[in-house]
């Protein structure tokens, strides 16, 4: 009987099903991105994609920096966003106490490029300082 009982717990245990891989425009979006100027100066943002599911993405900030000044990511409330039919997809940073204007970025995803065409940090448009911008995905999930 004791045999019975310990082969019992060793019993395999069912298979845990993968999650099924992102379709949909939003799935453009997923991993982590890391944004900076390419010209030099300026912020630098890390967004990671978590999930995706048709045309939405869900998102977090992982790193926000102005010059050697960080902000802890906890401050920040989760991103939501979507992927138009053109594959263009408008990011929105939020802080959790809203103590500063969202952050804004329209961007479009070519492989593991983004292609940065509007930044908005904190009300200044960083397009319009003469900031070229370049976000690399350093990651898929």
Do not use: H, K
């Not at 594959?87 to 329209?106: C, F, H, K, Q, Y």
């Not at 070519?110 to 070229?132: M, P």
């Amino acid at each position: 009987m004791a045999l019975v009982a310990l082969l019992a717990g060793c019993a395999p245990r069912a298979a845990i099903p993968d999650q099924p891989a992102p379709t949909g425009l939003g799935a453009l979006m997923v991993g982590t991105w890391d944004i900076w100027a390419t010209t030099g100066g300026g912020p630098s943002l890390g967004i990671t994609v978590d999930s995706a599911q048709g045309d939405r993405y869900f998102a977090r900030v992982t790193r926000a920096f102005a010059g050697d000044v960080g902000e802890d990511p906890a401050v920040f409330r989760p991103i939501e966003g979507t992927v138009s039919p053109d594959s263009i997809a408008n990011v929105r940073i939020m802080r959790g106490d809203a103590s500063t204007p969202a952050w804004e970025l329209t961007v479009r995803p070519v492989g593991d490029s983004l292609v940065v065409s509007a930044y908005v940090w904190a009300g200044e448009d960083q397009l319009a300082l003469g900031r070229r911008w370049l976000g690399r995905r350093s990651g898929r999930r």
